[in-house]
């Protein structure tokens, strides 16, 4: 430490990541159970960044969603169990119950490079395709 600079001890937030995140725009759904088992609520979102251990989005709104749900990005045929770090208005950061594999966020990163969908992405998050999933907080097929 004697020989360091004052630049070395400036914490950084692009050091303490454990995993990269790719910005992305897809469009995606949450799907969460409703309290006492109520049955299955399924919102749209649309995607800001993922990597392999959380992700961040945009949701119209959060009044009623729970803390712990299934995000599905479209054009994948996964489902993940995701536990909510934060809210900050309309946008929620979680960390994933099982991180995903590199071949997964490949797939998610490219069909997003390929398809451009991101700057296609509708504003109506509402127009997303609804899919019924069964309940397993972790990772899903």
């Not at 770090?85 to 991180?99: D, P």
């Amino acid at each position: 430490m004697l020989q360091s600079t004052m630049y070395s001890l400036v914490p950084s937030p692009l050091y303490e990541r454990k995993y990269e995140r790719f910005s992305i725009g897809q469009a995606g759904t949450l799907m969460s159970v409703r309290p006492a088992l109520g049955g299955v609520s399924i919102r749209a979102c649309k995607m800001i960044d993922i990597s392999r251990g959380g992700a961040s989005f945009s949701v119209s709104t959060t009044i009623g969603l729970s803390q712990h749900y299934y995000l599905h990005i479209v054009g994948t045929k996964f489902r993940i169990g995701c536990a909510e770090v934060y809210r900050k208005g309309e946008r929620i950061g979680v960390q994933f119950i099982k991180t995903i594999d590199e071949a997964f966020l490949h797939e998610i990163v490219r069909h997003e490079f390929f398809t451009g969908q991101g700057k296609k992405a509708p504003s109506n998050l509402a127009a997303v395709s609804r899919r019924p999933a069964s309940v397993n907080w972790g990772f899903v097929e």
